[in-house]
C-alpha cells in the first residue's frame, strides 16, 4: 500500500520530497488517544491511520499534506487554503467517497452542493461547510467538491503548474492570484 501511494504522489508532484513517518493504531480509542478523528491523517511528521485506511488512497490522500507540507515554507503554507489542501489531496489519492460520482448522487439525491469552493478558504469557514453540507448519508460533498475543482485545474496545469504554485507561495504571492495566473497561462 505504501508503494502504490507513492506511485499516487509521483503522478501529482512529479517526485516526492517528504519521506512521512507512518503511525498506526489498531483501534479507534488509541487513534483517538492520539488527537485522530476521521479515518486518518497528517500529523507533524508523518501519517496517523487506522486499518481501514490501510490501502494505497489513503494513505496518499494523507502523504499529500506532508508532501505539501515538506515543499512549502511556513509563511507560504498559511496562506494555503484549505479546499486546495483538501482538493489536492484527494485529487492525488482518488479515494472513492471523494469521486465526482459523489457529487453526483448528492446532486441527483437534492443535497446542497458549495457553489464556489474558493470562497471556503480560511480554516473555521472551511469547518463550518464541512457540517453544513454534510449529507444525512455521509457523502463528503466537501471533500469532492474541493478535489473536483482542484483535479480540474492540476488537469489543465499539470504538475509543472503544482510545482509553480508552490514557488509563488514560497515568494509570498497571493494564493488565489497564483492559482488563477497558472491556469490562465497553461489554457494560453
Not at 21 to 37: I, K, L, P, Q, W
Not at 161 to 180: C, P
Amino acid at each position: 500500500s505504501l508503494q502504490q501511494a507513492r506511485s499516487q504522489m509521483l503522478e501529482v508532484y512529479d517526485a516526492v520530497v517528504s519521506s512521512p513517518v507512518v503511525y498506526a493504531c489498531a483501534t479507534r480509542d488509541c487513534y483517538e488517544s492520539f488527537n485522530g478523528y476521521g479515518d486518518g491523517r497528517a500529523v507533524a511528521d508523518g501519517i496517523l491511520l487506522l486499518p481501514k485506511s490501510f490501502i494505497p488512497e489513503a494513505i496518499s490522500h494523507e502523504c499529500s499534506h506532508v508532501e505539501l507540507h515538506a515543499r512549502v515554507r511556513r509563511s507560504g503554507y498559511r496562506k494555503i487554503p484549505m479546499w486546495f489542501h483538501e482538493g489536492l489531496a484527494v485529487a492525488v489519492s482518488k479515494l472513492p467517497n471523494h469521486s465526482d460520482e459523489t457529487l453526483r448522487k448528492a446532486k441527483a439525491r437534492g443535497f446542497a452542493i458549495p457553489k464556489n469552493i474558493k470562497a471556503l478558504g480560511e480554516r473555521k469557514v472551511w469547518s463550518n461547510a464541512l457540517n453544513e453540507y454534510q449529507t444525512a448519508e455521509g457523502l463528503n460533498v466537501m471533500y469532492a467538491a474541493a478535489g473536483h475543482e482542484v483535479q480540474n485545474w492540476l488537469t489543465c496545469v499539470g504538475p509543472r503548474g503544482l510545482l509553480e504554485l508552490i514557488e509563488a507561495m514560497n515568494s509570498n504571492e497571493e494564493f488565489i492570484v497564483a492559482y488563477d495566473r497558472i491556469a490562465l497561462a497553461a489554457r494560453t
